[in-house]
């Protein structure tokens, strides 16, 4: 079966930093892409950023393009969000989900996790 | 940018009826098109992909049409669990990978 678990959430304030982490598990981690999307209380989906399944490419929205870096580490079927210069607007619920294909282009979503919440507030 | 506008914002369906979901992209996504549905407080779950096919899983009440900008999400007849907020997402040009506003199907 497979499982995400993200954790890492808090409470942070405005210019600070925060690592988000999710556990995989029940499939083959490095066959696949991993993305973060994140939700706004009470907003829709926004996607974040992906990496390759071998981790060699990464991509990220234009709203956290130099702030945010994603990584994995195979050897613990981890992956990882490292989120830096936070403002208010980053303020959600982080999703991280497993891709249908370790490449990064057309892909979707098949397993998701069940969030954690990153509040950025002084 | 692929811009994905889902119509309506919100949509009153009595239980055992029949909802009808639009989606249109900015520009042709061909059939890469998935649609996913959120339940309060849980994750997204996969419904559809590639504009039409089904997700393991999921009931046959559900189908997915269209290609091209638009498309279209249809639950044949509604039951209590499917009382959510629906998402389509297009995979076809990306980064950045987009996502549609969302549709919040209610009870009448």
């Known amino acids: 079966e497979v499982q995400l678990l993200e954790s890492g959430g808090g409470l942070v304030q405005p210019g600070g930093s925060l690592r988000l982490s999710c556990a995989a598990s029940?499939?083959?981690?490095?066959?696949?892409?991993m993305s973060w999307v994140r939700q706004a209380p009470g907003k829709g989906l926004e996607w974040v950023s992906v990496?390759?399944?071998?981790?060699?490419?990464?991509y990220y929205a234009d709203s956290v393009k130099g702030r945010f870096t994603i990584s994995r580490d195979t050897s613990k079927n981890t992956l990882y969000l490292q989120m830096n210069s936070l403002r208010a607007e980053d303020t959600a619920v982080y999703y991280c989900?497993?891709?249908?294909?370790?490449?990064?282009?057309?892909?979707?979503?098949?397993?998701w996790g069940q969030g954690t919440l990153v509040t950025v507030s002084s | 940018e692929i811009v994905m506008t889902q119509s309506p914002a919100i949509l009153s369906v009595s239980p055992g009826e029949r909802a009808t979901l639009s989606c249109r992209a900015s520009?042709?996504?061909?059939?890469?098109l998935a649609w996913y549905h959120q339940r309060p407080g849980q994750a997204p779950r996969l419904l559809i992909y590639?504009?039409?096919t089904r997700a393991t899983g999921i009931p046959a009440r559900f189908s997915g049409s269209g290609s091209g900008t638009e498309f279209t999400l249809t639950i044949s007849s509604l039951q209590s669990e499917d009382f959510a907020v629906y998402y389509c997402?297009?995979?076809?040009?990306?980064?950045?990978?987009?996502f549609g506003g969302g549709t919040k199907v209610e009870i009448k």
């Open positions: 520009q042709s996504v061909s059939s890469n």
């Open positions: 989900a497993k891709a249908i294909k370790g490449t990064v282009t057309k892909n979707f979503f098949d397993y």
């Open positions: 990496i390759s399944g071998g981790g060699s490419n990464t």
């Open positions: 590639d504009a039409s």
């Open positions: 029940g499939f083959t981690f490095t066959t696949y892409a």
């Open positions: 997402q297009q995979y076809n040009n990306w980064p950045p990978l987009t």
